[in-house]
């Protein structure tokens, strides 16, 4: 059993939270905004031993934590979760990365949301806060939630959620386990499109519950759809261009949907290629991810350059 009885707010929830070479300080913040309300099982990604050992430090009777070999992926190791902690029969799963920060009120807004949805006849309702960026308070647009406000009461249908902070009915997440293939990028908006069309799903935003994260490494200072554009790195951007593409052959995502977000993101990540430096090096990336998209390769990587290492590239967080 991975945990042992241990007094916790919520015993019905468990978080799997996934690390990858985390800043311990950060993390250790992050975490204690959840940690005494919750059960936390720590998924880490293939993380330098000394922060595996940091980590470590946090196990108690409501937190457990299990090293993966390697960097598998936000989605394997959300699966890895899942199964590690089966055995428990917890009635939700709460996804979190490691840099998240809840308010006080998030965890019982979210649950408060699910239970009214299930009682007004919404089966299998998939809720989530109102994602934030961390330094800029700015909302982190989703797909599905044009005239969505900050503050309102009441859950608000969306067509997709950002994957932290997303409340999931343990069956569901059984039944429909995260896409490994896409390993980071684009995980939440797959998942959530399949499991609407296929499971019989529904996905709200609960809009007065509010999580903190820190999107992107940079943002330039041009707004689109009122947003600052956000700078990952080259192999984020590959991942974000590749899984586009490869999203257009999922044929339970609505057609206009699916050319709208690789489109959209065709444009992006061109635009810092042009703009941010090392700009061959994005250059090369995106054309690495359309020729891997258009010949259906997905995974970590098939067409890279020599040489590229996922790790020098923070991955995690977002």
């Not at 990604?45 to 922060?51: A, F, K, L, Y």
């Not at 899942?82 to 009635?91: C, S």
């Not at 961390?134 to 994957?163: C, H, N, W």
């Not at 386990?177 to 609407?196: G, H």
Request: aromatic content about 8%; some cysteine; proline content about 8%.
């Amino acid at each position: 059993m991975p945990f042992a009885p241990g007094a916790v707010a919520f015993p019905d929830v468990t978080a799997i939270v996934v690390t990858w070479n985390p800043d311990i300080a950060a993390f250790r913040h992050a975490w204690s905004s959840y940690a005494a309300r919750t059960r936390v099982l720590i998924v880490d990604n293939g993380s330098r031993p000394e922060i595996v050992a940091a980590l470590r430090e946090l196990e108690s009777a409501t937190c457990s934590v299990i090293a993966l070999p390697t960097n598998l992926g936000i989605a394997s190791a959300i699966n890895a979760g899942v199964a590690h902690v089966e055995q428990t029969n917890p009635a939700f799963y709460l996804l979190l990365d490691q840099d998240s920060v809840f308010e006080p009120d998030t965890l019982p807004a979210l649950l408060e949301a699910s239970h009214a949805l299930r009682q007004s006849g919404i089966g299998r309702p998939v809720v989530g806060p109102l994602p934030v960026e961390k330094e800029s308070g700015v909302m982190i647009g989703m797909y599905g939630s044009m005239g969505l406000r900050a503050g309102d009461r009441q859950p608000f249908a969306t067509e997709s959620l950002y994957t932290s902070g997303m409340l999931v009915p343990a069956d569901l997440a059984r039944e429909a386990p995260q896409k490994e293939a896409f390993f980071i990028d684009y995980v939440d908006t797959e998942w959530c499109y399949r499991v609407a069309k296929l499971h019989g799903a529904h996905t709200y935003v609960v809009p007065h519950a509010v999580i903190r994260h820190k999107v992107g490494d940079t943002a330039l200072p041009l707004h689109v759809r009122h947003q600052p554009l956000l700078v990952h790195g080259p192999i984020r951007q590959y991942f974000q261009l590749r899984n586009a593409i490869w999203m257009l052959a999922c044929d339970y995502i609505p057609v206009r949907t699916r050319w709208r977000m690789a489109l959209r993101c065709l444009a992006r990540v061109s635009i810092l290629a042009a703009c941010v430096a090392p700009r061959l090096t994005r250059m090369r990336f995106v054309g690495c991810a359309m020729i891997d998209g258009l010949r259906g390769k997905a995974g970590r990587w098939r067409f890279l350059p020599r040489g590229a290492q996922l790790g020098a590239d923070r991955p995690f967080p977002h």
